[in-house]
């Protein structure tokens, strides 16, 4: 099994389209958590900031990764979560650090 992918993706959403982006969100979200390979996907939402929504990810491999963001609905988000969004978003990859 290869490493596993950690992701943690910031979205601010455009004005007046938060209600329609969350509804996006939690449709991909729970598409996502029925992938194989899916360890765990998690949507949250700024407490200060409300249009800021926060993606936790975990994939088991990069394979996997890759056949996620490979899905239909994947590709049909960033279309769409595009028009949605504000062009500042954050992509962060991160290592989880054995205890």
Known sequence: MG????????????SGMRDQLKEDL??????TRQEAGCLQFEIHEGVKNPDMFVLWEHFASQADFDKHLAMSYTKDYFVKGNALSTDVVTLKRLKQEPT
């Open 3 to 14: 490493q596993e992918v950690i992701l943690v993706a910031t979205i601010q959403t455009k």
């Open 26 to 31: 939690l449709k991909i979200v729970n598409l």
